[in-house]
Every structure is written in structure tokens, then in C-alpha cells.
């Protein structure tokens, strides 16, 4: 992944750039984020998308919502501003959490940070951001090293939706597993599950891991039974949205299925996620609130109707994979195996 | 269903006319199928699909095939081209025995026919066709009266692909079970998978639960899984391309998910089909050949590339249910519970 899904151009008064991921794999466009409003539809649209992602572009959605105020605002000024920015860029969507943890993270930066230098304010606020940015970068090549002997020699892996370096500042949660264990020399093959509605794993997944020169086969999300029952899929890793304290898991619209099914063939269910992911306030998956989106994009995905206009439709971006169904979940400070409240607990408290 | 999804048009030299299905939900056309070939690309292509529907299409294809021996053809010369009309026939789908058993039961005719008098002969062959397809209509009724007291007053049902009157003569399988509560005033919903790559659930099945004023809703097929959860599904109905001696069922590519994850949250699972649907020579599903279509049905689905062009694809179109998953098969003569080799011998060795 050379170029960047998401990097800040520039100082205070640049703009950040984000590659268009709406477009992929038709067309390979960087689109400039100039001001918070255009930051906060690149969320919502999922130009940008991926939960590491839409924590840093929320975090450079911060920054850019600082040049607001006009002239010679004072640090009350300055520091309301930044606290409006990040109640909107709260909004655009609910069920990642990694958006919330990485406003938090700019908030209580600022609640630290002297603004009667407005200057100064925002360069600590954009150094924060840069920090997130730089340290997702970090966590997903620790996540790939932690990960990667769970590949092995031959290994036939499924994987669903995007967690790849699209998702990411780069490299990826899942897909950062499967880039290690090729650095590894390993020889392994990926089937992957195009996810509907908007197809971000036969748009992005394989679009990064052909470019990889992995060995890459696209199904659609209601084939993995049928290559489970034969024999064809030894591990399933997918990323993750949001995880609760006992380790149910949100993850995109699909996911839950697949981990039925990868129990009902003794097929090892893998997450892959950053620590951050975690929101040790939820005690289980039931309270993780999930996105629901526009009928449009299941029954008018290409600008032409699929189905009867006036059908009613469903559209749950994400559903939840109870905790009893994962294997085990890899973060960029180790694997937590067979992750309940117990599990996660000692993991959390033992610094790891 | 007021219009035919396949009836014949005229005596034997008429032609066969079928609502081309490629063209739903955006356009509703009827094609003239006036000779054999046409008939095979009208199969292959998928203008006419559905188990039984494609029985019907075969016979009709086997008539229209015994127009072309020239002039003073002599009765073994009738009788080769009907056989080698039949054997081109059973070429362009493998899955849905239908085909098969329809073909086999007009070369039966055929065995028992003289061919002295071609015009006679085609008649009878013709009179075969018209009664598969009579037959076929009276078996989705039976069908829809034997299931409908599975469906309770305010009862929430999914179903997967296309078993509608699209996929027989008329009035369907799954959905005759729906359209037949529907008559008996019971108030129901139903939730169609979209079907995943050529959206037979959301272009076909939406389509006639719309028409016939039943309540429904489209969601991916990825989406079952998280409406089992939330308590959404109250049954699970679909059709069946091949049923083996001892139940294993073959049926649209993501029908066994549905399967897996209906016995994982209690709900359950039914196969409607016509008995015509077994095939008694299987022992179990491991021997039914299972299709694979075009690489470009999944990754160019409205002539634009949603993944790398030079992608790997597998695209597998059906896939085999164990019969350990089906709560139940309706067919026009009774329910068979738990189906397995004993009850499916039983049930017909009972003659019922």
C-alpha cells in the first residue's frame, strides 16, 4: 500500500487526502478534505470507510473544523469550536468505535492544551491527529506480526468485507495478517466474500490483494457455506467495528453467518482488530447500536432498480458475532484466545 | 399470476412463448421460442429458470425439435430426432433434475408412440408437453394447500432465490404455500434474500409478493443471519432443484447457509417442491452435480467490473442442504417430516 488511504497535507492550514474509495477499482482518485463539512460527508458516503480509518479521518476532521472561527477568537471561542467539531463528527456514523475513541483522544488533548495561542492550539490538536494516524500505521504491522503464524504453509483463508490497508492508515488488521505472513514467504490463497451491498470486498479487499500478487478468488457472501462444506476454507479473519467487554463483535453485515458457519464445520474464526476497538463499557454485543442505510444501495445499486420500486427493504450495515463463536481475536499486543469477559479482563489489566 | 411463465402458443406448428426473466423487474416482455435452439438458449441464459419451469421448457424444446427432419421423414428418422433433440436438451443446466425427468418422460412417450405418421406422432409429443405442463399447474396448487397451515397468523417467513410462478407453470412452490395462506386470509410477512449473483429473490420473488399485495421486504443474503437473531424469521421456505433418496437437498447457491443458521437459532426449515423433484437414483447429495456459471455474473454484474478484472471467481450455483437440516419437504402429495431414506422410501413405496 504505497499510497495512503488518509494522510494530512501540509501544516495547520493544509488539507487532508484520502483516497476515494467510492470509486475503486473503476477509477484510483485522491480526493482533498478541506473543511469539516466535506470531511464529515466523506465519512458518511464512505469515501473513506474502515474503522481505524474513520477514527483518523475524524481526528483531521477535528482539525480542519478549527479554522472556523474568524480572526481573533478567544481560547473559549477556539475551545467551543472544537467541541462542536467533534459532537458533528460524532453523527455521521454509529457503529465503529474507533471514531469515538480517536475523538476522544483530540478532546482530551484539548481539555490539556492552553488556547490563548490559537496557533499553538491547533498545532497540538493536528499533532494529535498525526499521533493517531502514525500509531494506527504501528498497530497494524504489530497486528500482522501477531497474527501471522495462525497462516499456514498451503492455507485457505475467507475473509469478508475490507480490513485491509483501506481500512486503515495502512496495511490493514485482517489483511495486515495475511501481508506478514506473505512477507513470511508462505504460500496461501484468499477467498473473498464480496459483500453486499457495497461490495467492498470484491472492490477493495481483492483489488489490495491482487495488487499484493496474492492468490485471490471472489465469491459472493452466500457461497462460503457451500466452500466450507468443502473443505476448501481452513480460517476465516475478518476485521472488526466494535467489540464489547465479553467479546461479541460488531463487524460488516455478513460477518455473524460466516462464524455459524465456520462452527458448524470445526473452521478456526479469527478477529483481527486494534486495541482501540475494544469498548470495555458495553458489557455485551446487544447494546452496540447498528448503522441501518438507504434502501437504494440494495435495489439501485448501479443507477437501476433490482427490485420493485416500492418493495420495503432492510439494510443493516453491520450485525454481532457472540463471543463464543470467535476463536480468537488479534491485536497488535497479542491474541486473546477464546474471548469472554474473563479473558478480556486479564488482558486488558495485565498491561499487555 | 395472471400470465403464463410458459405455455405454447397454436397446434403443433405454433411456438413456445415464456416471460423472458433476464429482463424483470425493469420490463416485462414475452419471448417467442420457435425452435430448438432457442429453446437451449433460453434455458442456459436463464430467460426461463426454476426447477419445474425448465421441465416444462425441455418438453416444449423436444416438440419444437421435431420440426426440422425434412419433408418424407421416415418413422426411425423421427425417432432419432427426437432422441438427439432430447439429448441436446438436457445439456445446458445439470442441477435441477426437472429437466431430466420431463425429457425422460417424453421419450417414454415417445418409445410407446408409432411414427408412421409424423404429423400423429408429433401430436402425441406435443400432448406430453401440454400435459407436464397441465400436471405442473395442479401440483403447485396441491403443493400451496398441503404447506399453508405451516404459515400462522402473523408468521414472518424467508425465503431465498425465485419459487414462485416464475419457476413453474404458474403459482410456484415456496411462494404457492405463501399465495395459498394469502387466500386463506391469514396476515403474514416475508423476507426474500436477494440471491446473490443474478438476484432472482429480489427481481422475481419481490416482484410477485408485490403484485399478489403480500407484505415484503429485501435484504441481502447476507442479512439472515442477523434477523434469525433478532427474532425476525419465524420459518424458513424454499424451493429445491434435486432431492436424493435420503433428503439431501440441492437447491440456489446460499440456501444451506440458511439452513445452518436457521437450525442455530431453533426456526424451521422447509423445502417445497413437486415429487417430480426427487431423484431416487442418488443415495445423498454428495452426487448431484453442481453447476458453475460465468466468472462475469459475479464481478461484472451491470456491464461494469466491481472487482479486479483479472480477479479468480468461483461461481458455484447451487448448493447441497443435508437433510439433517430440513425440518420438512411439501410436496403435492403430503408433507414428509424429518426426511431421510426411511421416511422418503416410506412415504413413497406408501403410494401417497
Not at 474502515?50 to 479521518?57: F, S
Not at 504491522?141 to 504453509?153: K, P, S, V, Y
Not at 462464524?259 to 464445520?265: I, M, P, S
Request: with cysteine.
Amino acid at each position: 500500500m504505497a499510497p495512503a488511504t488518509i494522510k494530512w497535507s501540509g501544516g495547520i492550514d493544509g488539507w487532508a487526502e484520502i483516497i476515494d474509495q467510492t470509486l475503486l477499482p473503476e477509477e484510483y482518485r485522491i480526493a482533498q478534505i478541506r473543511n469539516i463539512k466535506s470531511m464529515w460527508q466523506a465519512i458518511k458516503t464512505l469515501q473513506v470507510r474502515g474503522a481505524p480509518a474513520i477514527g483518523i479521518a475524524a481526528a483531521y476532521g477535528a482539525v480542519l473544523g478549527l479554522r472556523e472561527p474568524a480572526g481573533e477568537a478567544g481560547p473559549e471561542q477556539i475551545k467551543n469550536q472544537l467541541k462542536k467539531s467533534c459532537d458533528y463528527l460524532r453523527t455521521p456514523r454509529p457503529t465503529a468505535v474507533n471514531l469515538f475513541w480517536a475523538l476522544a483522544r483530540i478532546e482530551k488533548v484539548a481539555a490539556a492544551t492552553d488556547a490563548v495561542n490559537a496557533e499553538k492550539f491547533r498545532e497540538r490538536i493536528l499533532a494529535e491527529a498525526q499521533a493517531i494516524c502514525a500509531e494506527d500505521k504501528a498497530t497494524c504491522r504489530a497486528i500482522g506480526r501477531q497474527g501471522a503464524d495462525l497462516i499456514r504453509q498451503d492455507s485457505s483463508i475467507l475473509t469478508h468485507c475490507n480490513a485491509g490497508g483501506l481500512a486503515t492508515a495502512d496495511y490493514g488488521t485482517a489483511l495486515a495478517v495475511m501481508f506478514t505472513a506473505q512477507e513470511q514467504h508462505k504460500r496461501f490463497q484468499v477467498y473473498v466474500d464480496e459483500t453486499r451491498p457495497l461490495l467492498q470486498g470484491a472492490r477493495l479487499t481483492a483489488w489490495e490483494l491482487v495488487h499484493a500478487g496474492i492468490d485471490t478468488t471472489v465469491i459472493c457472501d452466500n457461497m462460503a457455506g457451500l466452500l466450507m462444506r468443502q473443505g476448501k476454507i481452513d480460517l476465516v479473519i475478518t476485521g472488526a467495528d466494535r467489540i464489547a467487554a465479553n467479546g461479541d463483535t460488531a463487524n460488516k453485515i455478513g460477518t455473524y453467518p460466516l462464524a455459524v458457519l465456520a462452527q458448524a464445520h470445526n473452521i478456526p474464526f479469527y478477529i483481527a482488530a486494534p486495541s482501540s476497538t475494544f469498548d470495555l463499557s458495553l458489557p455485551d454485543g446487544d447494546k452496540i447500536p447498528i448503522e441501518e442505510r438507504a434502501k437504494e444501495e440494495i435495489i439501485k445499486p448501479w443507477g437501476k432498480f433490482i427490485a420493485p420500486e416500492n418493495v420495503k427493504v432492510y439494510n443493516p450495515a453491520f450485525d454481532i458475532t457472540p463471543h463464543q463463536y470467535i476463536s480468537a481475536i488479534i491485536t497488535e499486543r497479542g491474541v486473546i484466545d477464546r474471548p469472554d469477559t474473563q479473558t478480556i479482563r486479564q488482558w486488558f489489566d495485565g498491561g499487555k
